[in-house]
């Protein structure tokens, strides 16, 4: 019997960047009477709250529960628990570790980024919406969203469908800096990380956290490909499931949780 649930969120718990549908928050709320939940995405934490955590408590998560509920923010280099049994608060979520990039390695990284897409013809600066970025610094990793963080879902899915634009900028920028790595993750993104902060850092803290080890653990990921930012999980020996978005994952929750409407 595993222990853990694990997943990616864009393509995995939902419609990349936005919040989980209600068929999945109701899920989740199910598995957390059973397991413990981890979602281990590249966003940043107030992303977690609006995308996961807030529907959890739109569909009645009983505050207790959210004790089982573990978020891996930037790939994991961030921890966060929740510790309090009382009404709802987003201030009760604690952050339990971060492992920062240095002001330099962001510099490095976006100016090596911003140099493949510009040479490529693929900085698309006029088409972001106000007050968005193209570049955005996480803490724990630097992210290039191709159209910035605010375009349409459509917009998004149309941009890269076969990765071949963002393959060429990571195979640029890994020229300009070659000490970090870069992955391919949702929709319009890159990745840039320091070698290791991946998947595989942020899983490999989650068992020591949770002390469980490889065996306990099922993860759900979309990109799973070697190059895609779910490999690592795979490499570590994790039983993983690859789905094509959150309705192939609401299936195998309904079967491991024996629901059968
Ligand atoms: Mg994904």
Redesign the pocket.
Known sequence: MKKVLAF?????LNI?KTPIPDEIADLLISCLDHFEICPI?GQKFDQFLIQIVDRLVERGVKPEALAHLHLFVAQGTQYYRYASSGAYNPKNWQQVYNFPLTDEQVAKITSAIETAAKELGYWEEDKLKEGDEIIENRLSQVTFSALGQKAGTEEKYAWDPDCKKRNAIVARAKELAPEFDYEV??TTSINAITPGMNKKFGMTHLMEELKVTEKDILYF???TQPG???YPVVQMGIDTITVRSHEDTAYALRGILGVTE
């Open positions: 990616d969120i864009d393509q995995t990349a995405s993750g949702g990921g979309d990109m895609g930012n779910d």
